[in-house]
């Protein structure tokens, strides 16, 4: 019997390199799932939720929100097929007692993968995701001839995670993450968008909602981010916080942001569907041992070329030597050690004014304790 196109997508993605996938027609026009697309994207930006995140609110030439339709942004897209590739590692959990002044980068920013000289080369998932779904898209159209298609991690025009959704991958947890029965939350998502039909008899099965009455993610967040379930305040969010924000961090979330110095957690460690994810054992996301509870002197001490060798090709470039700095130095006050003091008084008499601020209040924190 020939596969069905979704399990053809599933077979190849696996031998592609991903954990599961699957395919999401684009919700018809006037459809309830295409005005929920619409509309709930929409007010979360015009309700101030995306911070500073300019590139969610990109307009199109009618005024729309780009990432809030994709029938608008790419109207030749009649399907999405939506991969995932876990990155679980068999690592401490930012929950679990760490060493005295360590901080914490999220699991997802340690990975790497060893070069053929034996190397440890840091790696990003945009990459390693793009890679692996261009190849699916060459083997796809081997077998089915030709249809447009476009791959993106992070980048397109939508919103992975209800995509995600469609594709049966899992259900919406109330942390907002994408959940899966067997993987839990710790996967990325990467999606093709594709000119192929799917047919009625083909719909994937939308993954049934097992959080039931369990609020430990919404109870667990430090700043009150999750403003109940499947909202977030991503202006809150810690990941936000010490990753997109630039400038100071606001005065009432410091304290709460705690020793997360890149991303956060939290919300992922305290959810019992983490418990029994598998190891993902990826030989191109292998877990980085040194940025795994990173002790905040040793980080504190890089210089700015030092930063530039340990994360060139990582996500936590993205923070920049200035924000990772500034969060180190947020870090540092939070962990209330006194040995910290001679280097936060170095660091308030720098020229970055953001890092002398922070340094100070930082300074101010230790010393009250
Ligand atoms: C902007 C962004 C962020 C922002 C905002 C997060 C957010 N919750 O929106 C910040 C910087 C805070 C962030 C943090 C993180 N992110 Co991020 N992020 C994105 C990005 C680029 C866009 C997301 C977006 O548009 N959000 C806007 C809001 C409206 O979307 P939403 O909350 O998902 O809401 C939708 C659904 O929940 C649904 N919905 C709303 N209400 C309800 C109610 C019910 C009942 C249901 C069923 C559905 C539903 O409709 C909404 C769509 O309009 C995506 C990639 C992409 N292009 O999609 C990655 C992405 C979501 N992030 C990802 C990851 C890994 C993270 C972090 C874990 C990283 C870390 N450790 O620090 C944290 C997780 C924090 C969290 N609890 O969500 C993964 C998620 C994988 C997964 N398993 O879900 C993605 C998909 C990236 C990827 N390619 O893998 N992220
Ligand atoms: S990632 Fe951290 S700050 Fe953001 S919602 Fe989850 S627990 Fe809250
Ligand atoms: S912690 Fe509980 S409520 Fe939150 S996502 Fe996990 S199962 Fe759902």
Same mark, same amino acid.
């Given at each position: 019997?020939?596969l069905?196109?979704?399990?053809?997508?599933?077979?190849?993605? /696996?031998?592609?390199?991903?954990?599961?996938?699957?395919?999401?027609?684009?919700?018809?026009? *006037?459809?309830?799932?295409?005005?929920?697309?619409?509309?709930?994207?929409?007010?979360?930006?015009?309700? *101030?939720?995306?911070?500073?995140?300019e590139?969610?609110?990109?307009?199109?030439?009618?005024?729309?929100?780009?990432?809030?339709?994709?029938?608008?942004?790419?109207?030749?897209?009649?399907? $999405?097929?939506?991969?995932?590739?876990?990155?679980h590692?068999?690592?401490?959990?930012?929950?679990?007692t760490?060493?005295?002044?360590?901080?914490?980068?999220?699991?997802y920013?340690?990975?790497?993968?060893?070069?053929?000289?034996?190397?440890?080369?840091?790696?990003?998932y945009?990459? /390693? %995701?793009?890679?692996?779904?261009?190849?699916?898209?060459?083997?796809?159209?081997?077998?089915?001839?030709?249809?447009?298609?476009? &791959?993106?991690?992070? !980048?397109?025009?939508?919103?992975?995670?209800?995509?995600?959704?469609?594709?049966?991958?899992?259900?919406?947890?109330?942390?907002?993450?994408?959940?899966?029965?067997?993987?839990?939350?710790? +996967?990325f998502?990467g999606?093709?968008?594709?000119?192929?039909? $799917?047919?009625?008899?083909?719909?994937?099965?939308?993954?049934?909602?097992?959080?039931?009455?369990?609020?430990?993610?919404?109870?667990? &967040?430090?700043?009150?981010?999750? !403003?109940?379930?499947?909202?977030?305040?991503?202006?809150?969010?810690?990941?936000?916080?010490?990753?997109?924000?630039? =400038?100071?961090?606001?005065m009432?979330?410091?304290?709460?942001?705690?020793?997360?110095? +890149?991303?956060?957690?939290?919300?992922?460690? /305290? &959810?019992?569907w983490?418990?029994? #994810?598998?190891?993902?054992?990826?030989?191109?996301?292998?877990?980085?041992?040194?940025?795994?509870?990173?002790?905040? *002197?040793?980080?504190?001490?890089?210089?700015?070329?030092?930063?530039?060798? %340990? +994360?060139? =090709?990582?996500?936590?470039?993205?923070?920049? +030597?200035e =924000?990772?700095?500034?969060?180190? #130095?947020?870090?540092?006050?939070?962990?209330?050690?006194?040995?910290?003091?001679?280097?936060?008084?170095?660091?308030?008499?720098?020229s970055d004014? /953001?890092?002398?601020?922070?340094?100070?209040?930082?300074?101010?924190?230790?010393?009250?304790?």
């Amino acid at each position: 019997m020939p596969l069905s196109l979704h399990e053809l997508i599933a077979q190849k993605a /696996v031998a592609a390199g991903f954990s599961t996938a699957g395919i999401a027609r684009v919700p018809d026009p *006037g459809s309830p799932e295409d005005i929920r697309e619409r509309e709930s994207f929409t007010s979360w930006v015009e309700q *101030g939720n995306a911070g500073e995140m300019e590139y969610l609110k990109r307009r199109n030439d009618a005024g729309d929100l780009v990432r809030s339709s994709l029938r608008a942004a790419a109207p030749w897209a009649k399907s $999405v097929i939506v991969c995932a590739a876990s990155y679980h590692s068999d690592q401490p959990l930012s929950i679990h007692t760490a060493p005295e002044g360590a901080g914490w980068i999220a699991r997802y920013a340690w990975t790497a993968r060893q070069s053929g000289e034996g190397q440890t080369i840091p790696s990003d998932y945009h990459n /390693v %995701l793009l890679k692996r779904l261009q190849k699916l898209d060459a083997s796809l159209h081997e077998h089915l001839g030709p249809f447009e298609s476009k &791959c993106y991690v992070d !980048t397109g025009p939508l919103v992975e995670r209800v995509y995600a959704r469609y594709a049966g991958i899992g259900w919406t947890g109330k942390n907002t993450c994408i959940l899966n029965q067997k993987l839990g939350s710790w +996967f990325f998502l990467g999606v093709i968008l594709t000119s192929l039909e $799917v047919p009625d008899h083909e719909r994937a099965s939308l993954a049934a909602d097992r959080c039931g009455s369990c609020t430990r993610c919404i109870d667990a &967040c430090p700043t009150g981010a999750l !403003t109940g379930p499947h909202q977030m305040d991503a202006s809150r969010c810690i990941s936000y916080l010490t990753i997109e924000k630039r =400038g100071p961090l606001p005065m009432d979330l410091r304290e709460a942001i705690g020793r997360q110095i +890149f991303g956060c957690d939290i919300c992922q460690d /305290v &959810c019992p569907w983490n418990r029994k #994810a598998p190891i993902a054992a990826d030989p191109e996301m292998i877990p980085r041992p040194e940025l795994v509870n990173p002790a905040l *002197g040793w980080l504190a001490e890089l210089s700015q070329e030092d930063f530039g060798r %340990l +994360f060139f =090709g990582s996500p936590v470039k993205r923070a920049k +030597f200035e =924000g990772l700095r500034r969060n180190i #130095a947020i870090a540092m006050g939070n962990s209330g050690r006194k040995e910290f003091l001679p280097k936060l008084r170095e660091w308030a008499s720098e020229s970055d004014a /953001v890092l002398a601020e922070s340094a100070e209040w930082a300074i101010r924190q230790i010393e009250r304790s």
